[in-house]
């Protein structure tokens, strides 16, 4: 009788059905972990995320009384004009970038350096009314809602330290789609006698909501790794590399090491597109002044208005695009112009201006990108929800909260679940070759992300060298 029991002939052989188990929970406990550890991280950036999808209306409405005129201009008064009265309201400040009117009704908007210097240093945006040349008032673009917003969902306020646990924590955002999916696949014939509990219930909804959402924060999390550091710079790099029509070091003979465009400004609101962040910057010729402020006009330099007419033509049809002007850096600088389209990304185009001359020296746009810088300005314009209007910022919006979703029933699972005094962790794999082979699949996620792999090294020489070596923790951890 026991033998019998012990060695069914109906069922299937019982080596392949242990395998899967061993596998099944082996994957399970790297979801378990990864969810645990990244939830927090991942819950701000969706939270920050759904509410700075909403960050052009709320600004429109939140500074209209310093954007907008009550009567459109009829006759604007020249842009240098413009800076002047801007400089005058902040005397010493220096002159960043330049955002001309919309349309009529608008104000023109100057960007000056604040209290911190640098490329990267927060500004001061005084806005002037193009028809009088009065300041009509001042806003720290360092201290708005949407920018605290920005700063918590990019680097959690914490600068380099704080992308860095972004990018570990949307890596792993990745690696839990991919094992909640495996998890899902193999475990779907006991899924309907699961959800006849409480915490079944809850189980399922995690499910289908992971499920029907997976696509989406897929999408939200890879459209949003080129910002970061590591992951992000090394892409531009390969972008560099690979079919884009970028110029060249080479083509700049004036200097070794030119600057590049992204390096000129960290404003949000005036800054070159992704693609053209590592576009050298040419000099201007003939180095006619002998300062060295950034953003301060050489003797013999063009006025603003020349420089954006020069760049006019290439920029013409984008009928929906806000123009940057960056001012020259330097004795050597030049002028950046900057056309920002507010759906299409083929439409943007980043030009560079000879101070002196007004000639166009660098004219950089989407028939110069390659496949790879293409294929992610789509996707920052996707992910800012602004691609196709509504019906995009929906969308988004939807992946954002379900991802707070998939985040809140994870853990409340495992807090409904957990044993008094332990983690409850999924128990170990016994089977070594099960538990090698998850790993060498983590192993290839963790080359294609490497923070991604760095803590996957981490983890598992601290479990191998301290967790188990300490039966107390052993315990707690599983």
Not at 62 to 81: G, K, N, W
Request: aromatic share 8%.
């Amino acid at each position: 009788m026991t033998s019998v029991e012990t060695r069914p002939t109906t069922a299937l052989p019982p080596a392949p059905a242990a395998s899967s188990a061993q596998r099944y929970r082996a994957v399970w406990r790297w979801h378990f972990y990864a969810g645990l550890f990244v939830a927090p991280v991942l819950l701000v950036l969706a939270v920050t995320g759904s509410i700075y999808l909403f960050k052009e209306p709320f600004e429109e409405w939140r500074y209209q009384d310093v954007r907008a005129l009550a009567e459109p201009v009829t006759a604007a008064r020249p842009l240098s004009e413009q800076i002047a009265a801007a400089q005058s309201a902040r005397p010493g400040s220096t002159v960043m970038s330049v955002i001309p009117p919309t349309a009529p009704d608008r104000t023109t908007r100057v960007i000056l350096q604040g209290a911190d210097a640098g490329p990267w240093a927060q500004g001061i945006s005084v806005y002037v009314d193009p028809g009088t040349g009065k300041v009509v008032g001042q806003i720290d673009d360092g201290a708005t809602f949407m920018r605290v917003v920005r700063t918590i969902h990019g680097e959690l306020m914490s600068g380099t330290v704080g992308d860095r646990v972004v990018e570990i924590a949307a890596c792993w955002a990745l690696i839990l789609v991919a094992t909640g999916t495996y998890l899902w696949w193999s475990g779907r014939r006991t899924r309907k006698k699961a959800t006849r509990s409480p915490r079944g219930r809850l189980r399922r909804l995690h499910i289908l909501v992971g499920v029907w959402s997976g696509v989406a924060v897929v999408f939200l999390v890879i459209s949003g790794l080129p910002w970061s550091g590591v992951w992000g710079d090394g892409l531009q790099r390969i972008q560099e590399r690979t079919g884009s029509t970028t110029p060249s070091a080479g083509d700049f003979p004036n200097t070794s090491t030119p600057p590049l465009s992204g390096d000129l400004s960290a404003n949000p609101d005036a800054k070159v597109p992704w693609a053209a962040e590592r576009l050298p910057v040419p000099e201007s010729g003939e180095h006619a002044g002998h300062g060295s402020g950034g953003g301060v006009l050489q003797p013999g330099a063009v006025p603003v208005e020349t420089a954006l007419a020069a760049a006019r033509p290439a920029i013409a049809s984008c009928a929906e695009c806000e123009v940057k002007v960056l001012l020259p850096d330097g004795p050597t600088g030049v002028y950046t112009v900057v056309a920002d389209p507010r759906r299409d990304p083929s439409e943007a185009r980043t030009l560079h201006v000879d101070q002196y001359s007004g000639k166009v020296l660098v004219s950089y746009g989407w028939a110069e990108y390659g496949t790879m810088a293409k294929l992610v300005e789509q996707g920052v314009a996707l992910h800012e929800g602004r691609r196709y209007g509504t019906a995009n910022l929906v969308v988004m919006l939807g992946a954002c909260l379900a991802l707070i979703t998939l985040v809140v029933t994870g853990v409340w699972m495992w807090w409904k679940r957990r044993p008094r005094g332990r983690a409850g962790a999924p128990a170990r794999p016994t089977d070594r070759r099960t538990a090698y082979g998850v790993i060498a699949i983590m192993a290839v996620l963790g080359l294609l992300f490497p923070l991604a792999g760095a803590t996957m090294v981490a983890v598992l020489l601290l479990d191998w060298l301290v967790l188990r070596r300490i039966p107390a923790v052993a315990r707690f951890v599983g």
